[in-house]
């Protein structure tokens, strides 16, 4: 596996990676945990699709993506979504940006391009404080699970506090839709207390086999 890339997490010492083996791409932590690849997306793809489910047929609907990754969800996202709707992507690495422009485009059939999508390089903190019942749904896939890996300070997000920006954020009936990479019975039950009506999706890393990974579907009821 080739390093090709290397990006600063912004408030954090350490790095992202973009490596290479063969015709696949994959992001890391340098010298840490993967994070996703280019192969294995379906989940990811699953995840765009059942946070718009619904929607389609909603005028303007307004969707919030925190976490670009290699533009799977995004994708699948604009892809359910009707011409008219307008998705929010905050991503505050910008080396993410850049290798969605370039080398990983072509992967997701390049989404940053599509006019609907609207991109903010900053911490999605930022942007769901600013909104009061703004969003038809908000999804979060910027760690491997309710937890800060890639950024410590996103372990708020998780947290009492977070869920309760998040729910304010929403319209009513909107949903917030949440990747795992497992699941965790504590979050599950963190999100009823903050009012959400919960159920979770059990979803496969690559095409009907491999990991099963967890999407949390929490509705603002």
């Known amino acids: 596996m080739r390093l090709v890339h ?3 997490i912004p408030g954090e010492c350490g790095e992202l990676g973009l490596y290479q083996r063969g015709a696949d791409y994959f992001i890391k932590i340098v010298g840490g945990q993967d994070l996703m690849n ?3 997306h379906a989940s990811e793809d699953a995840l765009g699709v059942i946070a718009c489910k619904g929607l389609r047929e909603k005028p303007v609907a307004r969707i919030l993506i925190s976490g670009l990754g290699m533009g799977f969800t995004l994708a ?3 892809k359910t ?3 008219d709707a307008e998705v929010v992507v905050a991503e505050i690495v910008p080396g993410v940006v850049e290798w969605n422009r370039g080398v990983l485009g072509s992967f997701a059939e390049r989404p940053l391009d599509d006019a609907r999508t609207q991109l ?3 911490d999605v903190t930022v942007l769901l404080q600013k909104e009061r019942a703004g969003f038809d749904a908000v999804v979060l896939d910027v760690d491997n699970g309710p937890d800060g890996l890639t950024r410590a300070s996103n372990q708020w997000l998780y947290s009492k506090a977070g869920l309760a ?3 304010r954020a929403l319209r009513p009936g909107g949903t917030l839709a949440i990747w795992s990479a497992g699941p965790d019975k504590a979050f599950t039950r963190r999100l009823r207390v903050a009012g959400f009506v919960v159920e979770e999706a059990a979803v496969r890393a690559h095409a009907g086999k491999g990991a099963r990974h967890v999407i949390w579907i929490a509705r603002r009821s």
Do not use: P
Request: proline letters at 0%.
């Open 81 to 83: 979504l009707a011409a």
């Open 165 to 167: 920006i998040m729910f």
């Open 120 to 122: 903010h390089t900053v």
């Open 6 to 8: 290397t990006a600063s």
């Open 76 to 78: 699948a996202a604009l």
């Open 38 to 40: 280019t192969r294995s």
